[in-house]
């Protein structure tokens, strides 16, 4: 049998060159023919190497150096599962580098949620604690107008007739000294028949001691519409500086507050009842009251137009009295300038 073994290597080993080069040519004639798919290739490439594998088994079991070809296909295997488990490695790296970079962008998103989540609770907050500083604020500056009296003429009339319908308000805390053609004028005469001094628990009385029986610790007055065809623009200044003279002779504690004089609508002037000279003698009691230390409140320019006259929407009789929306902005104007006083 020894002497047959040559035999057996020769024949293997040219059939297993046979086989290799049919393999090539047959790889080869797929890539080219368009009508076989990869699949094709690789199940023909399949078949072809097991073929080579028959081959390669049968040289090793004819040969008497087999072992050495057993360790060349230990080789082979062994560098196979290396390179298989180097890749699978990479991808797991690769994997796990894309998860953490997701992982790290999912954390960052839910960072970035929850910063924004607390930076809402926070703005509610805030808001919320704005709204009590602005409630309480409220009630301090509606409070800022408890003894308080509001003098004046029919102007003040009305915005008296105004705040007695809201009982439920500061303003039902006010108190009133209002009269029909009521002036800085005949503010000063003796209380008489034809007297028009404002009424107080039933009786005509001076202003001065009206306030002095209400306890009042702010006057707030507003006159001159019944002045200025009287004694024009300094007399009537002259004259409202002597009645609040007389206020603080019998009130000495008492806050002065002056109000300035409303317009008119345009084109219903009568003498020297027009809307410039209205705003030359609010002027000048801005001065006066910055002269002496006391208040002004500015209602004239929150009711005019943009011409500077009395809007019409804010007009009730055609003329100069007022309606209940301009009493609103009286009391926006109010309740503005007593929050910069408790500032």
Not at 113 to 142: K, P, S, T
Not at 287 to 314: C, K, P, Q, R
Request: net charge negative; with cysteine.
């Amino acid at each position: 049998m020894k002497k047959y073994r040559w035999r057996y290597g020769v024949v293997s080993g040219l059939a297993l060159v046979c086989m290799i080069s049919g393999l090539k040519t047959d790889v080869l004639a797929a890539g080219k023919k368009t009508g076989r798919t990869g699949a094709d290739i690789i199940a023909k490439a399949e078949g072809s190497m097991k073929a080579v594998e028959s081959i390669k088994i049968t040289v090793d079991l004819i040969g008497s150096e087999g072992t050495g070809t057993a360790k060349g296909k230990e080789t082979v295997e062994n560098g196979t599962a290396s390179e298989d488990s180097e890749g699978a490695q990479d991808t797991e790296i690769l994997g796990n580098g894309e998860e953490d970079e997701l992982t790290g962008e999912t954390e960052e998103n839910k960072e970035k949620e929850e910063g924004g989540e607390e930076a809402l609770d926070e703005e509610e907050a805030q808001e919320e604690e704005g709204e009590e500083a602005r409630e309480e604020n409220a009630d301090e500056i509606d409070a800022y107008f408890d003894d308080s009296v509001f003098v004046g003429d029919s102007i003040m009339l009305g915005f008296r007739n105004y705040a007695m319908k809201r009982q439920d308000t500061f303003l039902s805390r006010m108190n009133f000294l209002a009269a029909g053609s009521f002036s800085a004028n005949n503010a000063l005469w003796d209380v008489g028949e034809e007297s028009v001094h404002p009424v107080y628990q039933g009786e005509q009385r001076q202003i001065w001691d009206s306030i002095s029986m209400m306890g009042s610790k702010k006057v707030f007055i507003m006159l001159g519409m019944n002045d200025l065809n009287i004694t024009g623009l300094e007399g009537s200044c002259e004259i409202y500086q002597e009645l609040i003279g007389k206020i603080k002779e019998s009130n000495p504690d008492v806050e002065i507050h002056i109000m300035s004089m409303t317009y008119i609508l345009k084109g219903e002037d009568v003498g020297k009842l027009e809307n410039n000279t209205i705003r030359e003698f609010n002027g000048m009691l801005k001065e006066m009251a910055e002269g002496n230390g006391w208040g002004f409140v500015d209602v004239a320019e929150a009711l005019a137009d943009e011409n500077g006259d009395l809007a019409a929407e804010y007009c009730s009789d055609g003329f100069a009295h007022q309606n209940p929306e301009a009493y609103d902005v009286w009391v926006s104007v109010l309740r503005k300038y007593a929050g910069e006083h408790l500032e």
